[in-house]
Nanobody, 123 residues
Framework: QLQAYGGGLVQAEGSLRLSCAAS????????MGWFRQAPGKEREFVAA????????YYADSVKGRFTISRDNAKNTAYLQMNTLKPEDTAVYYC??????????????????WGKGTQVTVSS
């Protein structure tokens, strides 16, 4: 089970940190990802972090602004979002997979999904 939280309303250029609490599986051996879905759009990859070495992967649209991290002791993954833009407005989801990908993680490649948390960035 995955539960994302930490969303909210923030002004452009502001920051938010999302958290994803995991339970029911061995979190420390799963790659974790964040995805988002804006109204009328398909769900898209945002960031992922590998369990084996902590390496992060990012969508081009968030590189340099977002940072993914994890705390295996707390079974929690995080997404620090800085310099937010109105186009970052979406429902954000966390997901987990045992599969390794070399770049962006595909939506249909994840094993577990959590319920989303709304992020709204006002201009």
């Amino acid at each position: 089970q995955l539960q994302a939280y930490g969303g909210g309303l923030v002004q452009a250029e502001g920051s938010l940190r999302l958290s994803c609490a995991a339970s029911g599986f061995t979190f420390s051996t799963y790659n974790m990802g964040w995805f988002r879905q804006a109204p009328g759009k398909e769900r898209e990859f945002v960031a992922a972090i590998r369990w084996i070495d902590g390496r992060g992967y990012y969508a081009d649209s968030v590189k340099g602004r977002f940072t993914i991290s994890r705390d295996n002791a707390k079974n929690t993954a995080y997404l620090q979002m800085n310099t937010l833009k109105p186009e970052d407005t979406a429902v954000y989801y966390c997901a987990a997979t045992r599969t390794f990908y070399t770049a962006q993680y595909p939506v249909d490649g994840m094993d577990y999904w959590g319920k989303g948390t709304q992020v709204t960035v006002s201009s």
